[in-house]
């Protein structure tokens, strides 16, 4: 199991923060999948202490079940200290500074990933929300900036000393993006050298490759991003399989029915429409029904349907029509 502080979580699989994905409906659909540790989208630090909608929105955590990590990306001391205190009194359960994202907008104004080419400024903003905050603290980056300078031992040494209660790795530089493969070894070297529990993450696409991971790396956690997206019965299956690797491996890979899938969708359809109002929430749920019908064989023409609908009674009635003729495996 793994332990953050105060937070005693059930289970070692946890969800990642994506921009653009993981917000509440879709941390909802994952928590029903029986994930434990769920954190929002990257917000604004700035954005949240100026009272900006956008940022406030992505605080969408007002009576969310627990426990829900918000992760702040930002490059000034006060703001993100001032950012934490605001994030703690919505009542989240952890705040997670973001030292990962490689994106122009986010680099440009130093915060994300370029925090891995400024030690002291690292240094100074993790003291001050740290001081700032009684939840747990933590802390996701990459290796480094660029191949010639991996500092994510140094980064990890500072983030201790600072109070840090964990960190995620994904071990990709910057420059690298998603290309190229992670390098779970770095995560394995950065297990060996920290004290706090530490979470690896990069390239999971199957319950085994979570297995695999922390069988590997001995780390405490894993977190899956973009393979759980239209996908949640990995979180499901990863769960299952990392908390009994006998009992669970027959069972771990068991496929998803297309009806399945679909009625999963329209669950987080709902969900969309509930938190989001229905015109928002049809056009934000297209990249996730085209990931929930990925891969699937024959729905090339479902997925060009599955764009249209701009009300939620257009995509239900798709929906149960699709689930009734689909599925080359139902009975
Ligand atoms: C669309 C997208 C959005 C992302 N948004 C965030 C984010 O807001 N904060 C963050 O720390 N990482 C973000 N990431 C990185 C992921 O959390 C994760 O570290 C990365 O995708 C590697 O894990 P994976 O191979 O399981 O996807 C994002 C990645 C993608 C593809």
Redesign the pocket.
Known sequence: MLHIASLNLGTRVVS???????DRPTRNIWRQMGCDLV?T??VSADGLVHNRKKSLDLLDIDGEQPPVIV?L?GARPNTLAEAARIVQDFGAAAV?L?M??PAKKVVRNNGGAALLRDLPLATRIVRQMRKAIIVPFTA?LRSGWNHDSVVVREMVNMLQDEGIDAI?L?P?TAIQR?GGK?NWALIGEVKALASVPIIG?????TPHDALRMLQQTRCDGV??????VGNPWLLRDAIRLVADPDYARAFAVSPVSLRERLEVLYAHGQQMVRHKGEARAMKEIRKHSIAYVRDFPNAKVLRARLMKPTTFDEFARLIYSKCLFFDPGEP
């Open positions: 990642a923060p994506l921009s653009g994905i993981s954190y989208e990257m992760q990306f997670d973001n990962g994202c996701k995620c994904h990709r998603f992670a993450n990069g390239d999971i696409r977190m899956i991003g973009r393979a759980a």
